[in-house]
């Protein structure tokens, strides 16, 4: 295909028939949705079903969401919502009038938005994000009347409560995006007072405030979260039975938003979105409510299934680097079912404070027949257990003893071991490298209290023959922080070596998020980004960049212009829906006069849904179905796994994060990033790097962390990550970090990421990180951030400048020009086009390749 004389490429189908690869990736999809659905209520076998008349309501039946907005968009085929799914499954939906009246407020509500929005300046970039931090609400719908209830003719009714958000903002507590509506409460009571069962679905990328426990009056409870493309089909099969639930919570659910330590001050709460101060420390999530005894809703790990599982402790190991348990996992039950079994430590109370508990593995079974059993095998590397000392810039083990303990969730666990450490111990000398400003003035542990409750359980163990064994002589490493080597290959070398200035700093930067509206060379439509493509006859390939981390977003259609304009069938992310008609008219593909090429994208649960399956094997399969998808249509970048923690359940970008926890979202995102990595030159990129906890004014946000809770909570999934999965890249956030942005911090991206972890990828920016009054491009070679993304032309001048003025070493240039050409002559662009000893030209594809 070819525009001006110019050749480019796509992976896009002339036809829009379903490929075998998506309609395996759709199989996939469902069983990933089975499996990340949580059971939080299930009161007199309520479920499961027989399929049947059934009442269905609210704004999730017919309106279910499958993601949330901005990056995380996926454009998929199609989407099974909840009242389809259930009709698949063999219901009949008797309440067709209320889901009618829905729609017609839905529709109404989408109308009055648009106009709202009709005067929008599409040529200020400002006034398109504002559209997007301000998406529409779902409406509530009418109240149940006696007409419905009388009409649906069954004694069982599902309740779907919906929300919806995404990047750019924070969820609001005076708007009733956490808590139920009024509406919704009295449809609630209404139900429960005129039916006999009653089921509520949560179908939000977060947990929600549901009101006081006794006044939630429903026989079952489902946390549907957000499953993408297969979910109303999966959720039929759980209703019913088909599937038994396996899913557990990612994190805490709390009764009320007032018991969130610090909960107050999050994001606009406090009026100064500019300062996030982690006061929590390390108490996050699970680590402050089993520290500080406050009740929760429902704790971390939790989630109920239709059969019942006994877990035996058989016997534990020590070895020099690390300490195991085997546990025996029976299915007691009546029903088919997989357990998720989750070892846990409690350190003990020394210098430090510890947390009570901390999650250090965990493993899920296979299914398991009723009777049957499966041996599995936990271990931690000391590592682990170790505790960051600021003051010493240390990794140690402090002296005293070690409670191990498995379960199923935080709450429900039994002492399968001790360990005791008769001296502390270093593991790690390093350096002190993102500290804070100021002293933080953090929560501090009950240590008195909690050593109590570990001595009690220590005495009980004791007498019970729990096995105890001593932690061996472990030797010290320290950090050798040195600048960076020139370490290439060859080929890497003789590419370097040709290019000019100008060359290398176009290595650097990318090509402008205008690629994105045009197909040129590699054309990935509707991709968010791209890198140079004026360097091919130095065999240098362009390649594609796109958002996750739920799928692809790419167009699923689109159609080039003779001038090489890109137009979509529909535009790629929600909000530009509500742009002015004008815009939408001079963007959208025309079918009666543009040949249209599909690109048809698997939409998978949003990352928060993936992790709660805690089945690292169904997310490595999920992951290599990306990493297919990125090959069909030539994407060499998946801008994903998001890997920030769920600090705050306000946090608009809740349902992309894996977990409240670091060992989850890195072991998660660690097989994600392997599935996606085993497809030769498709590559991740985890992202944001680091503590992007807030949405609202997160260009000029400074999240103010002390070292320890840096390190032990909001680093450490990100170190999981890179030391065991090996990500080709990672992303900076856009906040800063203690006074200095992330794009620019050297002593973040080049010590601690390159020196401490090992980590050898390129590291890129967020989009226009570097705008005017934000991160600086120049600092952000010196820092060791490679790519500049999206790309600007001032960027690539002012870089140019500082070489001449001599702000920026050629060595730090080079380097990181020599990064990102070894990514992208072993991409997998490269290996299609760029095949070694051919001729160093761009040829266009042939027909029967």
């Given amino acids: 295909m070819f525009f001006k004389g110019r050749p480019y490429i796509t992976g896009a189908l002339p036809s829009p028939e379903p490929t075998i690869q998506e309609l395996e990736h759709r199989q996939i999809a469902y069983q990933a949705a089975c499996e990340g659905i949580v059971l939080l209520e299930n009161h007199n076998q309520t479920l499961p079903l027989q399929p049947g008349r059934i009442a269905l309501y609210g704004s999730g039946a017919s309106r279910t969401v499958k993601g949330g907005t901005g990056s995380g968009e996926v454009n998929e085929r199609y989407t099974v919502n909840i009242l389809q799914g259930l009709e698949n499954a063999g219901f009949t939906i008797s309440t067709k009038r209320w889901i009618e009246d829905f729609e017609k407020e839905y529709h ?93 679905v949560i179908n939000s990328g977060s947990q929600m405030d549901l009101g006081k426990p006794e006044d939630l009056q429903v026989g079952a409870l489902l946390y549907y979260c957000q499953q993408g493309e297969e979910g109303g089909n999966a959720l039929a099969d759980l209703l019913t039975g088909k599937v038994t639930p396996s899913a557990k919570l990612t994190g805490t659910w709390l009764n009320a938003y007032e018991d969130l330590p610090f909960g107050e001050e999050y994001s606009y709460l406090n009026g100064d979105t500019h300062h996030a101060i982690y006061k929590e420390g390390i108490f996050v999530g699970y680590r402050y409510f089993d520290t500080f005894e406050v009740p ?92 960051y000392h600021t003051r010493k810039a240390a990794w140690i083990l402090e002296e005293g003893t070690y409670v191990l303990r498995v379960g199923n969730c935080s709450a429900h666990t039994q002492v399968g071991g001790l360990l005791i450490n008769e001296k ?46 001593l932690v061996p002589a472990l030797p010290a490493r320290g950090i050798c922080y040195h600048r960076p080597k020139m370490d290439f290959g060859a080929d890497v070398m003789k590419i370097l070596n040709s290019l000019s200035v100008k060359e290398k700093i176009e290595v650097l930067v990318g090509a402008g998020y205008e690629t994105s509206l045009q197909a040129k060379y590699i054309a990935s439509f509707a991709s968010v980004g791209k890198t140079t493509d004026k360097l091919w006859k130095k065999k240098i390939p362009g390649v594609n960049l796109s958002d996750g981390p739920a799928g692809l977003r790419i167009a699923r259609a689109a159609a080039v212009r003779k001038n090489g304009l890109l137009k979509t069938s529909e535009f790629t992310m929600s909000f530009m829906e509500f742009l ?3 815009f939408k008219s001079f963007m959208l593909v025309n079918p009666k006069k543009d040949k249209v090429l599909y690109q048809h994208v698997t939409a998978f ?34 801008l994903a796994p998001a890997m920030n923690i769920q600090k705050n359940p306000l946090c608009g970008r809740n349902f992309e994060y894996y977990s409240e926890d670091p060992i989850v979202s890195g072991k998660i995102a660690s097989a994600v990033v392997k599935g996606v990595q085993t497809i030769p030159g498709t590559y991740a990129v985890i992202k944001h790097f680091v503590a992007n906890n807030q949405e609202s004014d997160r260009t000029q946000s400074d999240s103010i962390v002390d070292e320890r809770p840096l390190r032990e909570i909001y680093c450490l999934g990100f170190q999981y990550c890179v030391q065991d999965a090996h990500p080709a890249a990672v992303m900076s956030s856009y906040n800063r970090l203690n006074g200095l942005y992330t794009a620019n911090d050297r002593q973040l991206l080049t010590d601690l990421l390159r020196a401490e972890w090992g980590f050898d ?89």
């Fill in 108 to 200: 109404q509500s989408r109308v009055d938005y648009a106009l709202k929005k009709a005067k929008t300046n599409v040529l200020d970039p400002t006034a398109i994000i504002d559209v997007m931090k301000d998406p529409p609400m779902l409406p509530s719908g009418r109240l149940i009347d006696e007409k419905d209830i009388l009409d649906s003719k069954t004694d069982t009714a599902i309740y779907v409560v919906a929300r919806q958000a995404g990047e750019g903002t924070d969820k609001k507590l005076d708007n009733e995006e956490f808590h139920l509506t009024w509406t919704e409460k009295e449809n609630l009571h209404i139900l429960a007072r005129n039916y006999a069962h009653t089921i509520l």
């Fill in 296 to 387: 929760c809703r429902y704790p971390f790990g939790y989630g109920l299934s239709y059969t019942d599982f006994e877990i035996d402790c058989l016997e534990m190991n020590v070895f020099q680097k690390k300490v195991q348990i085997r546990v025996r996992v029976t299915n007691t039950g009546t029903r088919p079912g997989k357990e998720v079994v989750q070892f846990y430590v409690s350190c003990p109370q020394g210098n430090l404070d510890k947390e009570y508990q901390r999650l250090v593995d965990f493993v899920k079974t296979r299914t398991l027949e009723p009777g049957e059993s499966q041996i599995l095998l936990l271990q931690a590397p000391f590592k682990q257990l170790a505790s």
């Fill in 424 to 469: 502390t111990q270093t593991l790690i000398n390093g350096r002190n490298l993102c500290m804070a400003k100021e002293p933080v003035t953090e929560l501090f542990a009950p240590k008195e209290k909690v050593q109590a409750r570990l001595n009690r359980q220590i005495l009980e163990a004791r007498k019970e023959g729990v096995p105890t064994m």
């Fill in 580 to 582: 002015p008609e004008a």
């Fill in 605 to 638: 649960p949003v990352g928060c849904a993936l992790a709660q399956s805690w089945n690292q094997a169904l997310c490595h399969q999920v992951g290599r179905a990306l990493g297919g998808e990125m090959n069909a249509y030539l994407v060499t970048y998946w």
């Fill in 761 to 849: 990828g390129i590291v890129m920016t967020d989009w226009y990180a570097t705008g005017k009054g934000l991160a600086s491009n120049v600092d952000c070679i010196k820092a060791g951030n490679d790519l500049i993304m999206p790309g600007t032309w001032p960027a690539k001048q002012q870089i140019y400048k500082a070489l001449k003025e001599h702000r920026l070493s050629d060595y730090d240039l080079r380097l990181s020009a020599a990064r990102v050409i070894d990514e992208l002559i072993h991409s997998n662009v490269a290996r299609r086009f760029l095949a070694e000893n051919k001729e160093s030209r761009f040829e266009p594809l042939r027909k029967d390749q």
